[in-house]
């Protein structure tokens, strides 16, 4: 359904380190930046990552984004219970023109 | 600072029509592109629309093509959503984003807080 793939949910414990895959395709991540976004309930999503690994001001650097192929992740190291929330990935699909997103990847710390 | 600011939201009958409208401040609103996105309740995000920063081009997600519009009123700084034909799917939190560039999509570091727009008879 989304054309880019996202594992639906991720969990690790507090201090751990889990990476959140995005599987896209030639059009989008095989020739275009990727960006993460970060939302907590009830509110719009945040900018975490863009460039495939540049982080927004005010992102600590236990945030970081890399992209290989047709492919992108987002690594967070030094799990806190602060970062429980939904993932996003999100390119330009340069086939058609249009944005897209993954279909979000719930993090849960245990 | 940037700030983004949608209205236009409410209940709404199936084949009905709304307009939504994102106010935009903080920043060159004529110079960079922008984005309807929305999120159905417990749903992901799913794109809507791109318009360039000129308006010269606009762009849609299948799923709306053909009954929604995308304009902007460079000179008022505000973005504009036509929903027409509406649909029960089509209820949504519908957010307005600025992207970082002029022609396409780069990222999208700014966003508003979002309108509910519900379709309901």
């Known amino acids: 359904q989304f054309v880019l793939t996202q594992p639906p949910s991720v969990s690790a414990a507090p201090g751990q380190t889990v990476t959140i895959s995005c599987s896209g395709g030639r059009s989008n991540i095989g020739n275009n930046y990727v960006s993460w976004y970060r939302q907590l309930p009830g509110t719009a999503p945040q900018l975490l990552i863009y460039?495939?690994?540049k982080r927004t001001s005010g992102i600590p650097d236990r945030f970081s984004g890399s992209q290989s192929g047709t492919s992108a992740t987002l690594g967070i190291t030094g799990l806190q219970t602060g970062d429980e929330a939904d993932y996003y990935c999100g390119t330009w699909d340069s086939s058609g023109g249009r944005w897209v997103f993954g279909g979000g990847t719930k993090l849960t710390v245990l | 600072q940037v700030h983004l600011v949608e209205s236009g939201g409410g209940v709404v009958q199936p084949g009905g029509s709304l307009r939504l409208s994102c106010a935009a401040s903080g920043f060159t609103f004529s110079s960079y592109g922008v984005h309807w996105v929305r999120q159905a309740p417990g749903k992901g995000l799913e794109w809507v629309a791109f318009?360039?920063?000129?308006?010269?081009?606009?762009y849609y997600a299948d799923s709306v093509k053909g009954r929604f519009t995308i304009s902007r009123d460079n000179s008022k700084n505000t973005l504009y959503l036509q929903m027409n034909r509406l649909r029960t799917e089509d209820t949504a939190v519908y957010y307005c984003a600025k992207d970082r560039a002029r022609y396409s999509g780069n990222y999208l570091p700014y966003w508003g807080q979002g309108t509910l727009v519900t379709v309901s008879s």
């Open positions: 318009i360039r920063f000129d308006g010269s081009n606009k």
């Open positions: 460039d495939n690994n």
